[in-house]
């Protein structure tokens, strides 16, 4: 940054800050005679020009004007009633920070910094912004570093607030759920009051996912809509709050929430919150969900040229009974279908004859593997296929020989019993010596082996977290310690292991945030692979996520969730709407099924590009008869369109001569697009205003077109 000084002239600062993403506008300006910064526009580019929408704050009486303000960040003691992003106190006094304004430098219309200090108190909170470059996204943070001679205790240190014009209330839309029901879209009204979801699990969590889009009621959820979107970059505990202001907004704010209920800030030291992605898109949740994924696909960087490999995973096949045998005869009927990976999942290691034992002992069992695991591992590379392996780092079993060596390591309340979960413990991967372990078992094993994919996973939240002897509790930080060190090994994998593919699993989708998507190739939504259930998940997920970082199993059906049976056209397409793999015990499939898997799992490869890199359009929802998702090419070459017969046939779908119709969006209405398969010719226009024409059956209930412009 070249930093350009703007301070306050004259006693009364007046300052006004503007950052520009690709299309949208985000302005900062100084208020409360430089106590706080507000916003005051935030939208399409040009909406700085006219009066704020936020500006209310001077005419309320009984509040203070920082309480009815749109601040930006302000602390507890400035802003006493109506809710902080900070709250800070010397230990033993008064909680209460009141602050100015002291300096800002900036980078162009990119990146700003602005700083207030409480000389008082001896604290100063530098609050940062960065405009993404190719996205709508701007990122923020605060980092708050104890000037004074006393250490400061921090109860709130969120990362940001966001102010959202809401005149009727708000409409709010989340992502919650619990284990093998993640990514429920979920929406609520909220005309006054406070709506909060947070996460003590050490990991985001299956109940709510960090990220939430804000809507006014009036206007409809989607079409051309303004929606604003957060997303908090945070792999441990977090909480998001809305609070409906009197003033007809919604101020979110979003940050970490400490394991010991507040954090010391030591003399000197300097604490940077966790990164807040903030999102705007003037065209629905439809629109919030492009400007995610292509800030993901920022996100992913130079790994976005790799192809995602189709790959096959034994888990719901052979569950914990692996051995050489059975992976070889599933890896080779896979591999005569055209996938590309075989994932070991759970159960390869010694100990692991079920879920009580083993974890921790990283060894490949000589018992499953007779041969010798490298001579399993080249038999599978022989049949054409990469190798890949599952690994739960962080987990240990009480019977294990590392916890006999190292009962220390395990996260534990002096003189408490420790309570167990799917029958394991948890490492305390804030311990650098717990770090090193993990780095070198990992190391260990893609060294020794031929390993292209590793899938981690993690199965149990910590529950009593403690870390004896290691001094007074209150200087602790254990869930931010984990998190350093769970994203210094992922960190490892990427500088050190290059080819390996990763992806991030926490018993399905219990670990899916940006630090993690940043940091490994797809990520594991949920363990349910029931096709309809399997439909609302991905259908929620998509709003938040983009389709490269999705993996999905086709799997068998019924399978062991929903028992409601679909076609295996519908189990492919769902699967292709993201990154393909195979889950099902493929051993017990006539050569038919085979032979149609072959089918689709190429005409999935022909495709795969463009689901990857395109730019997605949610058509309709799981709950209509007929739904959607369309991805299209960048330059618009190819219209990829995944659609599925959700089973309600009231509608249209079986009158013959009458088919379901999905409309495409966003179609150049004069080009001509020729469905490949079989050869119709339909304008933009038609597939826009009319839609793509689906005549399903009760056996005929997914389709894969790909419309190519003429
Ligand atoms: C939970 C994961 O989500 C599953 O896919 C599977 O890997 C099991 N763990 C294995 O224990």
């Known amino acids: 940054m070249t930093p350009h000084d703007r301070r306050p002239h004259d006693g009364k600062p007046h300052d006004r800050w503007i950052l520009r993403t690709e299309n949208t506008t985000y302005a900062v300006a100084l208020a409360g005679d430089g106590q706080w910064a507000e916003l005051t526009a935030w939208g399409p580019h040009g909406v700085e020009t006219g009066p704020s929408a936020l500006d209310w704050s001077r005419r309320t009486h009984f509040i203070t004007p920082a309480d009815a303000?749109?601040?930006?960040?302000?602390?507890?003691?400035?802003?006493?009633?109506?809710?902080?992003?900070?709250?800070?106190?010397?230990?033993?006094?008064?909680?209460?920070?009141?602050?100015?304004?002291t300096d800002a430098t900036e980078d162009g219309d990119r990146a700003l910094r602005l700083v207030f200090t409480d000389e008082l108190l001896g604290l100063t909170a530098a609050l940062c912004y960065e405009a993404v470059p190719g996205t709508d996204v701007i990122l923020r943070w605060t980092e708050l570093t104890c000037t004074g001679d006393t250490e400061l205790r921090l109860e709130r240190f969120d990362s940001a607030a966001v102010n959202i014009p809401a005149e009727a209330g708000a409409r709010l839309t989340c992502l919650t759920g619990q284990w093998a029901r993640e990514f429920q879209?979920?929406?609520?009204?909220?005309?006054?009051?406070?709506?909060?979801?947070?996460?003590?699990?050490?990991?985001?969590?299956?109940?709510?996912?960090?990220?939430?889009?804000?809507?006014?009621?009036?206007?409809?959820?989607?079409?051309?809509?303004?929606?604003?979107?957060?997303?908090?970059?945070?792999?441990?505990?977090?909480?998001?709050?809305?609070?409906?202001?009197?003033?007809?907004?919604?101020?979110?704010?979003a940050g970490r929430l400490p394991h010991e209920s507040a954090v010391r800030l030591a003399s000197g030291a300097t604490l940077t919150t966790p990164r807040l992605a903030c999102a705007f898109s003037p065209d629905g949740l439809d629109g919030l969900a492009r400007?995610?994924?292509?800030?993901?696909?920022?996100?992913?960087?130079?790994?976005?040229?790799?192809?995602?490999?189709?790959?096959?995973?034994?888990?719901?096949?052979?569950?914990?009974?692996?051995?050489?045998?059975?992976?070889?005869?599933?890896?080779?009927?896979?591999?005569?279908?055209?996938?590309?990976?075989?994932?070991?999942?759970?159960?390869?290691?010694?100990?692991?004859?079920?879920?009580?034992?083993?974890?921790?002992?990283?060894?490949?069992?000589?018992?499953?593997?007779?041969?010798?695991?490298?001579?399993?591992?080249?038999?599978?590379?022989?049949?054409?296929?990469d190798f890949g392996l599952w690994i739960e780092p962080e987990a240990i079993s009480p019977n294990s020989a590392l916890y006999a060596e190292h009962p220390e390591w395990v996260y534990r309340v002096e003189g408490r019993p420790a309570t167990l979960v799917r029958n394991q413990l948890l490492l305390d991967l804030g311990r650098v010596?717990?770090?090193?372990?993990?780095?070198?078992?990992?190391?260990?094993?893609?060294?020794?082996?031929?390993?292209?994919?590793?899938?981690?996973?993690?199965?149990?939240?910590?529950?009593?977290?403690?870390?004896p002897g290691a001094g007074p509790v209150e200087r602790q930080d254990l869930d931010a310690a984990h998190v350093a060190g769970y994203l210094r090994v992922l960190d490892h994998l990427r500088t050190e292991h290059p080819h390996v593919t990763v992806e991030g699993c926490a018993g399905g989708g219990g670990r899916i945030e940006h630090a993690t998507i940043a940091r490994t190739d797809v990520v594991w939504p949920s363990d349910n692979t029931a096709p309809l259930d399997r439909l609302s998940i991905q259908y929620g997920y998509l709003h938040a996520h983009a389709p490269h970082t999705m993996s999905s199993w086709v799997t068998d059906s019924p399978g062991v969730f929903d028992p409601r049976p679909r076609s295996l056209a519908f189990r492919f397409v769902s699967s292709a709407a993201g990154v393909l793999g195979i889950g099902a015990d493929i051993r017990t499939w006539p050569e038919e099924r085979r032979?149609?898997?072959?089918?689709?799992?190429?005409?999935?490869?022909?495709?795969?590009?463009?689901?990857?890199?395109?730019?997605?359009?949610?058509?309709?929802?799981?709950?209509?008869?007929?739904?959607?998702?369309?991805?299209?090419?960048p330059g618009g070459g190819r219209v990829v369109v995944t659609a599925w017969n959700t089973g309600r046939l009231d509608g249209a779908p079986l009158v013959p001569g009458r088919p379901a119709r999905l409309r495409l969006r966003g179609l150049d209405a004069a080009a001509r697009y020729r469905d490949a398969a079989s050869g119709q010719v339909y304008s933009g226009a038609h597939l826009v205003h009319s839609g793509l024409p689906f005549a399903w059956t009760e056996r005929y209930d997914a389709e894969l077109v790909v419309l190519v412009r003429q």
């Open 69 to 101: 303000a749109p601040a930006e960040y302000i602390p507890y003691g400035l802003r006493p009633f109506t809710g902080a992003d900070l709250v800070a106190q010397r230990p033993g006094e008064e909680r209460g920070v009141w602050w100015r304004f």
């Open 185 to 253: 879209l979920t929406q609520l009204e909220l005309a006054r009051g406070r709506f909060e979801m947070a996460s003590t699990q050490g990991v985001p969590g299956h109940a709510y996912a960090p990220w939430l889009a804000v809507q006014d009621a009036a206007s409809p959820a989607e079409g051309a809509t303004p929606t604003y979107g957060i997303a908090l970059e945070w792999s441990g505990n977090w909480h998001i709050t809305a609070d409906a202001e009197p003033g007809g907004a919604v101020r979110v704010r």
């Open 291 to 385: 400007v995610w994924h292509r800030y993901e696909r920022h996100l992913t960087g130079d790994r976005m040229d790799r192809p995602r490999k189709v790959l096959y995973n034994s888990w719901e096949a052979t569950g914990f009974d692996v051995d050489a045998a059975s992976q070889l005869e599933l890896a080779r009927i896979a591999a005569d279908m055209g996938a590309e990976l075989f994932v070991v999942d759970d159960g390869w290691f010694t100990g692991r004859p079920d879920d009580t034992g083993g974890l921790g002992d990283w060894h490949p069992d000589p018992a499953s593997f007779p041969d010798g695991f490298d001579h399993f591992v080249s038999r599978v590379r022989d049949l054409g296929m």
């Open 433 to 467: 010596d717990v770090q090193d372990f993990v780095l070198a078992t990992l190391d260990r094993l893609l060294g020794d082996h031929d390993i292209s994919y590793l899938k981690w996973d993690m199965n149990r939240p910590p529950t009593e977290r403690g870390r």
């Open 595 to 633: 032979a149609e898997a072959a089918e689709w799992i190429a005409r999935y490869k022909e495709i795969r590009e463009v689901i990857h890199h395109g730019e997605v359009g949610l058509l309709n929802t799981p709950a209509d008869a007929t739904c959607g998702v369309q991805y299209e090419e």
